[in-house]
Structure formats: structure tokens, C-alpha cells
């Protein structure tokens, strides 16, 4: 099965920032571990980094894919 695609159009420094100004600890969290898969990492590190499993991280990037980060 292919590997689930992130939209491009955030940078991985920009969703940091965005985490950062983000007052919902969770939510905080998906945008550090879509950042981090962002840059490479594998989804199951990102989503071990950020406290969640992996089928959390993916249905965070389906929601990110079509809402976009906010």
C-alpha cells in the first residue's frame, strides 16, 4: 500500500511555529508530528515523538490534507 501523501504547501518551520502559538495541547501536537514526517521522519517515529499511534497521526494528516493546518 503507498504511503498516505501531505500536502506541501506548509513547510515544516511553519507548522512549528503555528504548534507553538497553539493553545490546544493535542492539536499542538499533530502539527509537531506532521512537521515531523513532513522532513522525513517515519510516520511511526513522528507519531511516537509527538504521544499519539501511528493511526492517530494518519487520520491528523487526512484532516490536514483537506483543512489545512487551522
Do not use: C, K, W
Not at 501536537?29 to 506532521?34: E, K
Not at 494518519?58 to 490534507?65: P, Q
Amino acid at each position: 500500500m503507498a504511503a498516505l501523501r501531505i500536502r506541501q504547501d506548509y513547510s515544516p518551520s511553519d507548522l512549528r511555529q503555528r504548534a507553538a502559538r497553539e493553545r490546544d495541547t493535542r492539536a499542538s501536537l499533530r502539527l509537531l508530528a506532521i512537521a515531523n514526517a513532513l522532513e522525513g521522519m517515519t510516520r511511526t517515529e513522528a507519531a511516537r515523538l509527538a504521544g499519539m499511534e501511528r493511526q492517530a497521526l494518519h487520520d491528523a494528516i487526512l484532516r490536514f490534507n483537506v483543512e489545512g493546518p487551522d
